[in-house]
């Protein structure tokens, strides 16, 4: 459905966007994963036909997005990251007034709007002025005018960002669903994201494509980097016995109560990702045969760095 | 062009869902009411009435009033077109939709060129009010009228180019001020510079003062036919390109 063919996007001297290539497919649902500043945007934006490319091939459905920008812009619904949309509109106008910019025809203007708004759940807002609305309904009407014109193809910049938790649920499930229907683009920053909605990953950053592969493979990749234990006994002792476990680093007293004691530990980086969690096991186990009591176990995620470092550190061995 | 009505539908909601709508026709109007009534009071004492002078001609800009009026109307009306959709990030959904810049630009054109003319629209009541208690010539109004929308036409495409080609509505605001004034002052230096020279020539050439009496008094010249089409069509080919261009900024 999209195809990129070294792109790059300049902004004077700055590369924004740098060789990146890479293909959608029907029904996927592609995560774009990268820090702040990635070039995530930007590359949505020419996808979107918002900017231009300033080397390169993008086709969206088979149409090139600066040669037949028109064909190509009616094959996509796009959301952009801060969600702009005219306050003084309610939200059915705007959703009517968007299908009709989008040629969705008259006589099926009506079902198409109501039916984006059941799915991105604003049909109890519907007659509200958009300028009154929370921010999380914001973004859902955002993502019905993204989905209004039934595109083969949905774009969402960041759909998650400024939401609370319960709506970021919300989000994710609808566009779970979304993936049914349509080939879904998605950014976000955060790891947890792409791993709950998104059937494959694109890594970049600074401009550049990092990794591409399924989620499971992304998933897998992230061992976690340290571990705190909560232990009853004394905290020194404790502290000792854990230095000596193979594969631990630097070891430190969080925290001390009157019986327990939060101890953190640094797993070596040098250790792969299954050895990671043989670490965590052998904590438990050396903790345990030495008579303390252990009463939680927490083991840090790997965080976006960690996947970029096992991913970077993938490729250059491959 | 089928982006057109929806945009243009869109934009006349936006303008007259605002304060700012109803606040620029109300003190439009007032102003409008003033001055022709101060007209009509003036003509009433007039003695001399052997003078080409009618309250229609003087109406259609023999006073100053005229021209203040399009200077605090039309800058205001044009700056938030562009400006705004910008600031807000809103011109990103628009311009993804299918919908050529063309077909975006003349739409918030028409829509506000719409505005301009709802505006004048009660005015005609003025000469409804003249044509009952003396004679009133048609033909001169019609061509008055015609005056007022060229005049208008221009300023407004002038408006809705400064708003495409800055961010801010307030500079975009202050541009349009300020063209329109220098065009103005321009204009006035008809009368100050000697006759016969270039300089006096530009100056009456586009002195939209001498403009509006022609039309005021029932001349429809082809030369000002000319300049004010370009004042249209100039400034609208610029926001086009303009529009065109953001995307490769």
Redesign the interface.
């Known amino acids: 459905m999209i195809t990129v063919s070294h792109l790059t996007k300049r902004?004077g001297a700055h590369l924004a966007v740098d060789d990146v290539s890479f293909e959608v497919a029907r029904g996927d649902v592609l995560g774009f994963l990268g820090p702040n500043g990635a070039g995530k945007s930007t590359t949505l934006?020419i996808l979107?036909?918002?900017?231009?490319p300033t080397g390169g091939k993008v086709t969206i459905a088979g149409h090139d997005v600066v040669t037949s920008s028109?064909?190509a812009?009616?094959s996509?619904g796009?959301m952009?990251e801060?969600v702009?949309?005219?306050p003084?509109?309610r939200v059915v106008?705007y959703l009517r007034?968007?299908a009709?910019?989008?040629?969705v025809p008259r006589t099926r203007r009506r079902a198409y709007v109501d039916d984006a708004m059941r799915k991105a759940g604003v049909l109890d807002v519907a007659h509200r002025r958009i300028g009154h609305l929370s921010k999380g309904y914001r973004q859902r009407v955002g993502l019905a005018?993204a989905i209004v014109a039934r595109p083969p193809i949905v774009i969402l910049d960041e759909p998650t960002a400024g939401l609370d938790p319960n709506q970021i649920r919300d989000t994710r499930a609808l566009v779970r669903e979304l993936g049914r229907d349509h080939t879904v683009v998605l950014s976000t920053h955060i790891l947890g994201e792409v791993e709950a909605c998104a059937t494959r990953v694109l890594l970049i950053h600074q401009g550049k494509l990092v990794a591409e592969g399924p989620t499971d493979r992304i998933r897998s990749m992230r061992g976690s980097s340290a571990v705190e234990i909560v232990v009853r006994g004394d905290p020194s002792a404790a502290k000792t016995v854990l230095a000596g476990v193979d594969g631990i680093g630097d070891v430190s007293i969080a925290q001390t109560s009157d019986e327990t004691t939060r101890l953190r530990m640094e797993i070596a980086k040098t250790l792969g990702l299954a050895a990671r969690a043989d670490a965590t096991e052998r904590c438990v186990a050396a903790l345990v045969a030495a008579g303390f009591g252990v009463r939680e176990v927490h083991a840090d995620g790997g965080s976006l760095e960690d996947v970029f470092a096992s991913l970077t550190r993938d490729e250059a061995a491959s | 062009m089928r982006a057109f009505w929806p945009i243009y539908k869109r934009e006349l909601f936006a303008f007259f869902v605002t304060p700012l709508a109803w606040v620029l026709i109300v003190v439009f109007l007032l102003v409008q009411g003033m001055h022709f009534f101060l007209l009509v009071d003036h003509f009433a004492l007039e003695l001399d009435v052997s003078s080409d002078e009618t309250p229609l001609s003087a109406f259609f800009g023999n006073t100053v009033l005229f021209y203040v009026v399009l200077f605090v109307l039309v800058p205001p009306m044009t700056m938030r077109l562009f400006a705004e959709e910008r600031r807000s990030g809103t011109i990103e959904s628009l311009m993804t939709a299918p919908v050529s810049s063309a077909a975006v630009v003349l739409a918030k054109y028409a829509a506000v060129l719409t505005t301009y003319v709802a505006m004048w629209l009660p005015t005609v009541l003025y000469l409804v009010i003249l044509g009952r208690t003396g004679a009133l010539d048609r033909h001169q109004a019609a061509s008055a009228y015609l005056g007022v929308l060229l005049v208008g036409a221009g300023y407004l495409s002038l408006g809705l180019c400064a708003s495409a080609l800055t961010r801010s509505q307030f500079l975009a605001m202050i541009w349009t001020a300020l063209v329109l004034l220098i065009l103005f002052t321009l204009g006035v230096g008809e009368f100050v510079t000697r006759e016969g020279t270039l300089m006096h020539d530009v100056c009456a050439h586009v002195s939209v003062w001498g403009h509006m009496n022609d039309f005021a008094s029932g001349i429809v010249d082809s030369r000002w036919l000319v300049f004010y089409g370009t004042m249209v069509l100039l400034p609208l080919y610029v926001a086009t390109r303009a529009v065109d261009a953001w995307r490769w900024g």
């Open positions: 902004y934006r979107a036909g918002f900017l231009g028109f064909e812009r009616r996509i796009y952009p801060s702009p949309l005219y003084e509109m106008e007034f968007r009709d910019l989008k040629r005018d």
